[in-house]
């Protein structure tokens, strides 16, 4: 039989994906699964953006430009210019989804071998477009106790070598919930620019961030415009996860240029979802303000809850809609395999995302996971006592 390729037997599974066949199983022997392990929203989609697709009269479905359409483009800068970050259309090239602007942002600035620095716990996925481009993740180790805070600059440092091209950072962060402070984004753009190093943001969670916190984002940093690429996406700021747009940033053209490359192999990104996309844009602030209100209500649901577990800690996000968890375990691939496997509270049980999948460090997050608090609080009330039922009869077991 022939054989597949080395990069693809290194291809990591995502760990937020692979105990599906668990809950599924769990599933058909009747038991309810309660989902924290996925960051798919309960939030409805505005209702702008899918009347634009039901309203549309076009009658042939062709590709769109390369770069997406431009009104759409256009009103992205708009956008843009709402949130104080003065973008131009052709510094923006539409993408299907923040996945694909990682994709063409690695392949544009990184050869095969080099190394990208990224803070952990990171995105899973980060992994995966990373083996996918033939790129080295170099991770940096941020810790719980820190409410998982940007490591020291001096540690970045440590780790800058010559194959070293970039830094990527997601803010705010899944699945931390980490919003980075002025000052941390200030030090980075320090760095990258003593070290003449690219730094990608990952800003798809831009504007979920709470208490109150501002938002940075490397678009509004003066003297970054060279070294700066911004990740975005549609998929939860608008609940349209589905529509699998996103747009890939930067003020510096070559970048552009060479993403548009990319982009050209690939035709264009989906034309329906790009008009949705752009109605979505005329959704009114009320909706994000009720939404990070159901967030922050969640959030400090769960967290409270959780901390009456015992043995459980967790730290405090304050974006985004996820936060890892340490448990009284060894190992929670096991643990949370057991929850679906062996384990329920009136034939309901949950279903988690270990956490080790999302570091890069051998033996890091074994005994963590993270929870996505993407369900009503009493769904959630309900999540956490199950968890803590379980982690009693675990540890008999
Ligand atoms: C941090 C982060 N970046 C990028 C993505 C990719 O999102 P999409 O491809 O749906 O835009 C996700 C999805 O969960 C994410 O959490």
Redesign the pocket.
């Known amino acids: 039989m022939p054989k597949i390729s080395l990069k693809g037997s290194k291809m990591p599974s995502s760990p937020i994906r692979k105990l599906v066949p668990y809950a599924e199983a769990a599933k058909k022997r009747g038991t309810k699964v309660i989902h924290l392990n996925i ?1 798919q929203p309960d939030i409805k989609t505005p209702r702008i953006a899918l009347d634009a697709i039901k309203n549309s009269d076009i009658e042939v479905l062709a590709y769109s430009r390369t770069e997406g359409s431009e009104e759409y483009r256009g009103k992205i800068a708009k956008y843009y210019a709402k949130h104080h970050l003065k973008v131009e259309a052709e510094e923006i090239i539409v993408t299907t ?4 602007a ?1 994709s063409f942002a690695m392949g544009s600035i990184l050869d095969e071998g080099d190394e990208v620095i990224i803070p952990e716990p990171f ?1 899973a ?1 980060y992994n995966g477009f990373a083996t996918a481009n033939g790129v080295n993740v170099v991770p940096i180790v941020s810790k719980l106790e820190d409410n998982f805070s940007l490591p020291a600059i001096s540690e970045f440092e440590k780790l800058i070598s010559p194959k070293t091209k970039a830094i990527l950072i ?1 803010n705010p962060g ?1 699945p931390t919930g980490y919003l980075y402070n002025k000052e941390e984004i200030e030090q980075l753009t320090e760095l990258v620019k003593k070290h003449n190093l690219f730094l990608i943001a ?1 800003e ?2 831009r504007e979920f961030a709470y208490d109150g916190k501002q938002h940075y984002s490397l678009l509004g940093i003066s003297g970054l415009e060279d070294y700066a690429i911004v ?1 975005d ?4 700021r608008y609940s349209m ?1 589905g529509a ?1 747009i ?1 747009c890939l940033v930067s003020k510096n053209k070559e970048v552009i240029q060479t993403a548009l490359k990319f982009a050209q192999a690939r035709l264009s990104p989906p034309t329906l979802a790009q008009i949705a996309s752009e109605a979505a844009l005329d959704t009114p602030q009320s909706y994000f303000d009720d939404v990070i209100e159901e967030y922050v209500s969640r959030r400090d649901l769960l967290i409270s809850e959780l901390q009456k577990v015992e043995g459980v800690k967790v730290a405090q996000p304050s974006g985004a809609f996820y936060c890892v968890v340490e448990l009284p375990v060894k190992d929670s691939d096991d643990f949370a395999q057991w929850l679906l496997e062996k384990f329920n509270v009136d034939n309901e049980t949950v279903m988690v995302a270990p956490a080790a999948g999302f570091y890069a460090s051998e033996g890091l997050g074994n005994n963590q996971i993270r929870i996505a608090y993407v369900l009503e609080k009493e769904q959630l009330k309900k999540a956490v006592h199950i968890l803590s039922e379980g982690l009693k009869q675990y540890h008999n077991s």
Not at 97 to 100: D, Q, V
Not at 233 to 236: M, N, Q, W
């Open positions: 960051g989804g923040g996945s694909e990682l995105y996925n997601c899944n990952d798809v969670y990740i996406s549609v998929s939860k996860c699998r996103g």
